[in-house]
């Protein structure tokens, strides 16, 4: 398990490191990148071009919604009723297709939904739409430590109700991992981890295959394009309750392929945190 917030020599090393990321690189406006004045955090101004998420939100995926009267933005209301239909039908058992041979309902459905409920800090919107280019690929990872500490304290009560076990990045790639220099949800999942005393798991799955950008894909393209996505990277850890962390949830194609895989080593609930999320409904 890496829990370096347990161990005291690797919690002094990473706030030391802290500090000299401090001295290198001075903080700054995550919204104009301009410098801040000591303990400030964001300029005044700039907070206007910031779309906080507040309710109604979806109750499965955290997108904001435009009526109170709604509970589920329509991909959560669609996904739940496709579920509920599938469970109708019987789960596993055999069906014939067409008088085709016999084949399992479950190459139609995942055999287990285990993601319950996600968060979001920020609408994908205005300013922090160039603050999450900075922050995906123009090194600006110090962002990290704005977006751990907001999601500690929006959310610390959440994830503590939930009882949450450890906290795992959603991964990038090797490939682009080794371009870019970093996995920007790492970043951001590090930066949780030392706000809310949280173990980090992140090498649990590993990202097997470079997927498309999911905005301009179909249902049936999405499902495809996450098929082998991820696998289990590391065996023989054991966990109920995992919290897993992006930049941006669009679809919630990949945090709910992540959910599947981790499954497989019997976490029983998946719950999500994202920088920035979609617009629902």
């Known amino acids: 398990m890496t829990n ?54 979806c109750m499965r995926c955290g997108k904001p919604l435009e009526s109170e009267r ?4 329509f991909d959560c209301s669609k996904k739940l009723k496709e579920r509920a239909e ?41 300013g922090m739409k160039q603050a999450m280019y900075r922050f995906k690929y123009s090194n600006k990872r110090e962002y ?25 990045p959603v991964p990038l790639y090797p490939g682009k991992k080794r371009k870019r220099g970093y996995n920007q949800a790492e970043v951001f999942a590090r930066e949780l981890s030392w706000y809310t005393g949280i173990p980090i798991e992140s090498k ?9 950008p999911m905005k301009n894909l179909d249902d049936v393209e999405r499902k495809n394009n996450m098929k082998g996505a991820f696998q289990i990277g590391k065996m023989g850890v054991k966990y109920k309750k995992i919290l897993v962390v992006d930049d941006i949830y669009t679809t919630g194609s990949t945090i709910e392929a992540v959910a599947e895989v981790l499954s497989q080593t019997g976490v029983q609930s998946v719950f999500s945190i994202c920088v920035c999320i979609g617009k629902g409904c």
């Open 86 to 126: 599938y469970c109708r039908r019987g789960g596993d058992k055999e069906v014939r297709r067409n008088g085709g041979e016999s084949r399992s309902l479950l190459d139609e459905k995942e055999s287990k939904d285990i993601f319950c409920q996600g968060k979001a800090l920020y609408l994908y919107k205005g």
């Open 144 to 168: 990290a430590r704005f977006f751990g500490e907001e999601a500690a304290m929006r959310y610390g009560q959440w994830i503590r109700k939930n009882q949450i076990e450890a906290i795992v």
């Open 70 to 73: 709604w509970e589920y933005c």
């Open 4 to 57: 370096f917030l347990k161990n005291k020599s690797l919690k002094r090393i990473y706030s030391a490191g802290r500090k000299i990321a401090d001295l290198l690189y001075p903080p700054r406006c995550l919204v104009c990148h301009g410098l801040l004045e000591h303990g400030e955090k964001i300029h005044q101004e700039c907070k206007k071009q910031l779309h906080i998420i507040e309710d109604p939100v």
């Open 204 to 212: 649990l799955i590993v990202r097997m295959k470079d997927t498309q």
